[in-house]
């Protein structure tokens, strides 16, 4: 990933970088890195999340 720092506003270029990151993933992985999580959490946390997003759909995509 590369950012281009124009006329040494370094703040806007690391602004940029954030978003990107953000926008990647990277963070939502760090968090979930950041503890060990039993398979059977994480088997269970991303059936809730499957379920959240089919009731989401359910909801708006109906309009």
């Not at 398979?39 to 909801?59: C, D, G, N, W, Y």
């Amino acid at each position: 990933m590369e950012i281009k720092v124009i006329d040494n506003d370094v703040e806007k270029a690391i602004k940029i970088l954030k978003n990107k990151l953000n926008k990647s993933g990277l963070f939502r992985e760090l968090k979930k890195r950041r503890h060990f999580e039993k398979p059977s959490v994480r088997k269970k946390k991303k059936h809730a999340e499957a379920l959240k997003r089919q009731a989401k759909k359910r909801r708006f995509g109906m309009r």
